[in-house]
Each structure stands twice: as C-alpha cells, then as structure tokens.
C-alpha cells in the first residue's frame, strides 16, 4: 500500500502563502495520481488540484487557479501543493489522496489511499 504523511500545515494571515507536503512510502510509483482535497468545518470534502504521477500533468479546481501549485519531486517521492494569496474562506483541514489507477480526478471515491490531514487556517 502507499504511505501518505503530510506536513506543512498552519495558521497564516489572509494573502500569505503556505506550502503543504505530502510524502509516499511503499508503492510510491504504482500511484497513477497524486490530488489534494480540503474539508472546512460543516462543509463537504472539495477536489483543490492533482497531478498525474508520470506525466505531470496538473488540474486545479477554478477557485485556486493561478493562485495554487501542486508539483512533485520524484527524488523524494514527494508532492507538494503551493498556495499563495490566500483566503480565509479557505480555511480547512487539506489532505493528500492517491489514486491506484486512474478514475475521476475531482471526487475522493476514486482514491484508494489518504493522509492524515493537516490543517491551515487562513486568518483576516
């Protein structure tokens, strides 16, 4: 199985900038997509952004384009998600899922592995 552990979480005024982590042990490579996805308090689960293992290839939800990032390092067997200008709306607990095989990008039920979570609060 993969391993997800994610890192980078915190408290950070309206328009700052965090980076969250996500680092795969165990069958990193047999992934086929890496996503993130956020969780506000009484709120459902929201797709945030992806990207796909071999390729590169990212998408982003409409809210956090050209503001968020997800990238990856294969040397560290790592993704990361960048987010910059950030709202507190935004506000959430942010975990890291993985796809086996490839599904549908924006819906949790076609991940098979998930993080632990970590929360960022974005304060005004």
């Known amino acids: 199985q993969v391993q997800l552990v994610e890192s980078g979480g915190g408290l950070v005024q309206a328009g700052g900038s965090l980076r969250l982590s996500c680092a795969a042990s165990?069958?990193?490579?047999?992934?086929?997509?890496v996503g993130w996805f956020r969780q506000a308090p009484g709120k459902e689960r929201e797709f945030v952004a992806a990207?796909?293992?071999?390729?590169?290839?990212?998408i982003y939800t409409d809210s956090v384009k050209g503001r968020f990032t997800i990238f990856r390092d294969n040397a560290k067997n790592t993704v990361y998600l960048q987010m910059n200008s950030l709202k507190p709306e935004e506000t959430a607990v942010y975990t890291c899922?993985?796809?086996?095989?490839?599904?549908?990008?924006?819906?949790?039920?076609?991940?098979?592995?998930w993080g632990q979570g970590t929360q960022v609060t974005v304060s005004s």
């Open positions: 165990g069958r990193t490579f047999s992934a086929y997509r």
């Open positions: 990207i796909t293992w071999s390729s590169g290839i990212t």
């Open positions: 899922a993985a796809q086996a095989r490839g599904g549908s990008v924006s819906y949790g039920e076609w991940y098979d592995y």
